[in-house]
């Protein structure tokens, strides 16, 4: 059975960083592109960033460039985001993702980012 | 970036209902459209891929189409765990946009 279970959403002040985990489990990790795909407070959902199964291509929306950085250990069957300068519209429930040719198969249940003072 | 308009935003219908969503793209995306559905406290979960794939395991009565860049989800006899929020992607070019959503509620 595939699986992800993210960890790491927390509340933290503007400006702060945060590092969230995906944990994946149930397929062979090393070769899927991951995703990470938000969805802030009464709006919807949000493509943040891609990464694929070598860590060759990385791809990120423009409002997260510069401050989020993906990452991933095979190894570990792992995915990361990591999210410096962190403003006030990057609350959200954080989703990772499996992408199966142009879609996302598998989703993980979420972690709440809540970037406030 | 392109943009995703669905309609309606938000729809009330009858179980065995036949009930369509429409995703709009401002420009040409292929068929590069994806839909999914979305209920409250849950992950998102992919009905159709492609346009008109549908995903292993998703009921027959869901199905998607296009004409020109008008992609529609079609869902025909409305069960009662259709009541949900359903939203379509394009992954045609980065960022892959969504479209914001249509809450189908019971009428």
């Known amino acids: 059975e595939v699986r992800l279970v993210e960890s790491g959403g927390d509340l933290v002040q503007p400006g702060g960083s945060l590092r969230l985990s995906c944990v994946a489990s149930?397929?062979?990790?090393?070769?899927?592109?991951m995703t990470w795909v938000r969805q802030a407070p009464g709006k919807g959902l949000e493509w943040v960033s891609e990464?694929?199964?070598?860590?060759?291509?990385?791809l990120y929306v423009d409002s997260v460039k510069g401050r989020f950085t993906i990452s991933r250990d095979n190894a570990k069957n792992s995915l990361y985001l990591q999210m410096n300068s962190l403003r006030d519209d990057d609350t959200a429930v954080y989703y990772c993702?499996?992408?199966?040719?142009?879609?996302?198969?598998?989703w993980g249940q979420g972690t709440l980012v809540t970037v406030s003072s | 970036d392109i943009q995703l308009t669905q309609s309606p935003s938000s729809l009330s219908a009858s179980i065995g209902d036949r009930v369509t969503i429409t995703c709009r793209a401002n420009?040409?995306?292929?068929?590069?459209l994806n839909w999914y559905q979305r209920k409250p406290g849950k992950a998102p979960n992919v009905l159709i891929y492609?346009?008109?794939g549908l995903q292993t395991g998703v009921p027959s009565r869901f199905s998607g189409s296009v004409s020109g860049t008008d992609f529609t989800l079609t869902i025909s006899g409305l069960q009662p765990e259709d009541f949900a929020t359903y939203y379509c992607?394009?992954?045609?070019?980065?960022?892959?946009?969504f479209g914001q959503g249509t809450k189908l509620e019971i009428k």
């Open positions: 993702a499996r992408t199966y040719t142009a879609h996302l198969d598998y």
């Open positions: 149930g397929f062979s990790f090393k070769y899927y592109r």
């Open positions: 990464m694929n199964g070598d860590s060759s291509v990385i």
């Open positions: 420009q040409t995306i292929s068929n590069s």
């Open positions: 492609r346009t008109s």
């Open positions: 992607q394009q992954t045609y070019t980065i960022p892959y946009t």
